[in-house]
């Protein structure tokens, strides 16, 4: 982390970044969560933006309502603030809103949240990943969830040409796609996915699968230096 910044200042908002992750992953709104903690609603809001000081009768309360003990609480705070010096990027091509919107809501409810970047078609998409245009200073993704029908350019020409290029061959690439043909997924692993994935009819299922995404690809293995960040 920055050295300029204050670790104390630091921790509190990875404090408050965890509460806010695991309040929602109960199911709490921020009223339901202050009355399950006897607490304040305000001094909910101000603790999910780090912009208040915890006691240890606050911190007790506040760990007790997410059915966690203080040590666990501390333990997750502490990992998410060494997370936010090094944030996880997802780049996610996909044109359908409300499945963008479903992964979106499933990548929030991790700690840290990644960065998700969303494009809505094959070209856009390429361009994001060359640096072009308004793209110039754009992220390198750690990361891409890439459906296959899309305007423009289909995923599978997209998957073509980023793993025809050296510089963003190695960059993982998940298909996410309501296609389940065996043609579609032969080609995918032709063309070198990394995996392919049909997209789940039910919700907590869909929920569950992006859930499952992250885990392995952000917390289980090791993912290459791309080295142009």
Known sequence: ???NKDPDA???VAIGATVRVKRTALGLSQKGFAEKSNL????VSELEKGARNLS???LSQIATALNLTVSELFALAEATAKAFANPMTILLVEDNKPDVH???QALMRKIPAPHCHVVAD???ALQFLKRKGEFKKSPVPDLIILDLNLPKKSGSEVLAELKADSKLKNIPVVIFSTSSARDDIQKSYDLNANCFITKPEDV???FSTISTIHDYWFSTVQLPSIGLK
């Open 122 to 124: 094959g070209a856009t």
């Open 1 to 3: 982390m920055n050295s």
């Open 40 to 43: 304040h609603a305000t001094y």
């Open 204 to 206: 907590d299922e869909f």
């Open 10 to 12: 630091e921790l509190l």
């Open 56 to 58: 240890v009768k606050a």
């Open 102 to 104: 479903l992964i979106e």
